[in-house]
């Protein structure tokens, strides 16, 4: 090629690529975010910056964008973030649902099946979200508990070698159809029943597909001693990043110890393991009352045989003995800690504690009432309670450090239904508002680090978690002035406020405050 050539070659280059970029400038956005401080989840601190997006995509991030849009908003100084995701939700039932309370809260992505407890078709579940409406995304952990209830029902015993290898195959299926890691529930039925070497065998074959170990681990009392050190052993056995889910000091006699707890983490990082925690910003936690007050050996089997051990003489005063001994173990010397969010059987006792009922039903509050109370209630059906339980300053401790999240523990629920536990409605919110904004324990944009970036590091979430080109636009406007939680544990049905817009997958749910009803929703799975 002579120099003539190659100039002219040259010159249609540069011509064609002109024409090329002034065609995409002359393209209007989906949406363009003007004036915005950005934080951008790194934990960096804010910076002034448009953002434009088109179709589900954030395509530049930089001051002074120009060019057509088809809706601009105008941030007027607000926080622009990416969208919080909650890494520890029980939403197995997202389709069936009102998710508002948690998008309210500007949670955008969920992660469910926590616990142990999951769906084991992992494939059908990810599926419905592109046949279904749901207003935010939705990643799903394989559980252990379900996974063993189906090779073994309700057993108190060690698997044999072939439901061990049942076991590890469903594990397997479920990772291979995009779950993002396994999940163990160690006190609840059956997973409470489960030896380490189970634990381990099943989280290998999850680490295979390079899944993360998520678990609500053993103890959260007395002996998280060693709940925390079988999670960083499990860990460590399979080569997983660990998630402790949770992560909390449960025990009025253990209060103060989470310097202890939290040095145990720690250490297992300068050793070179991955391991985070999640914590939800209240003293309280949530779960079944059978689950937190009864023995784990006397719910084996399922409810009918609960009951027939309640109905033999001998077992019952062992288990009376050991409930009121576990009671004394904590720290209390009754059960007004134990309040009942939803109670089936009679829900006039919605709200009301174990005390409280006792009195009102059995006209004393003795122990041996009130534990006789707690087993009526198990054989009606059991209910789901709430617990005051926790120390604030243990709360505060946690949430400094730099390698713990916020999750809620919460499903999509039903508006005004029961008197569940208000991190359902205020947990995201209630960090911005009272621990960042009111009490300074955090700086803002470390706290919405540990909401985006953060989470979706430790979960595989590649494109999200962060404001960058390329990035899918999961996007909150936040008023940082107002934002905060309006939920209480005696009124918790109520929404979170100061977030502006919501936006999912580049549309808008919530919209200047307004719920819009859109449902840009949809799967994800592990990449």
Excluded at 416 to 445: D, F, M, Q, T
Excluded at 480 to 509: C, K, L, M, S, W
Aim: proline fraction near 3%.
């Amino acid at each position: 090629m002579n120099r003539f050539t190659a100039f002219t070659a040259l010159c249609l280059f540069l011509f064609l690529s002109a024409c090329a970029n002034r065609n995409a400038a002359s393209k209007p956005y989906d949406l363009l975010i003007r004036n915005a401080r950005v934080v951008d989840g790194t934990g960096n601190p804010w910076f002034y910056a448009d953002v434009a997006v088109t179709g589900d995509r954030i395509v530049r991030v930089e001051r002074g964008i120009t060019g057509n849009a088809r809706q601009t908003v105008d941030a007027r100084n607000r926080i622009l973030a990416p969208g919080f995701i909650d890494v520890h939700a029980h939403a197995e039932n997202v389709y069936e649902n009102s998710s508002e309370r948690f998008v309210r809260m500007g949670v955008t992505t969920l992660v469910t099946g926590n616990c142990g407890s999951s769906v084991t078709a992992v494939d059908t579940f990810l599926n419905l979200a592109n046949n279904t409406p749901i207003a935010l995304n939705i990643a799903t952990l394989i559980g252990h508990n379900s996974v063993r209830r189906k090779v073994m029902g309700e057993d108190n015993r060690h698997p044999t070698a072939d439901e061990l290898r049942q076991m590890e195959a469903l594990v397997e299926k479920g990772m291979r159809d995009g779950a993002v890691g396994l999940s163990t529930g160690l006190i609840y039925v059956p997973g409470t029943y489960a030896k380490t070497d189970e634990v381990v065998a099943l989280a290998k074959a999850a680490a295979k597909y390079g899944g993360v170990y998520a678990s609500h681990i053993r103890s959260e009392e007395n002996k998280v001693y060693d709940a925390i050190r079988e999670a960083i052993q499990i860990g460590r056995e399979t080569g997983m990043p660990v998630e402790i889910s949770h992560f909390k000091v449960s025990s009025r006699t253990m209060w103060g110890n989470s310097d202890k707890t939290l040095e145990m983490v720690r250490e297992a990082r300068r050793n070179g393991l991955q391991v985070t925690v999640d914590q939800y910003a209240y003293t309280a936690s949530s779960t079944r009352l059978s689950s937190n007050l009864i023995p784990s050996w006397a719910l084996a089997g399922g409810l009918t045989e609960g009951k027939r051990r309640i109905a033999d003489p001998d077992t019952l005063r062992k288990l009376v003995a050991d409930m009121k001994d576990g009671l004394a173990e904590d720290g209390f010397t009754d059960y007004s800690f134990a309040v009942v969010a939803n109670y089936k059987a009679d829900t006039t006792l919605n709200g009301k504690s174990i005390l409280q009922i006792t009195q009102q039903l059995k006209g004393n509050s003795d122990p041996d009432s009130q534990v006789a109370q707690i087993l009526e209630m198990y054989q009606g059906g059991d209910a789901q309670m709430v617990y005051h339980k926790m120390d604030e300053p243990d709360v505060e401790r946690i949430m400094r450090e730099p390698f713990t999240m916020f999750a809620s523990d919460a499903g999509p629920g039903i508006y005004r239904s029961g008197v569940p536990h208000p991190r359902g409605y205020g947990n995201n919110a209630r960090v911005l508002g009272r621990y960042v904004r009111e009490k300074k324990i955090i700086a803002l944009e470390d706290a919405i680090r540990k909401m985006t970036s953060l989470p979706a590091q430790t979960f595989g979430l590649r494109d999200r978690g962060l404001i960058r080109e390329g990035f899918v636009a999961d996007l909150l406007l936040i008023d940082e002035t107002t934002v905060g939680d309006r939920a209480t544990f005696e009124e918790p049905h109520q929404y979170a406020v100061g977030f502006d817009y919501v936006i999912v997958n580049g549309r808008a749910v919530v919209a200047e405050g307004n719920w819009t009803g859109t449902m840009p929703g949809r799967a994800i799975r592990r990449k």
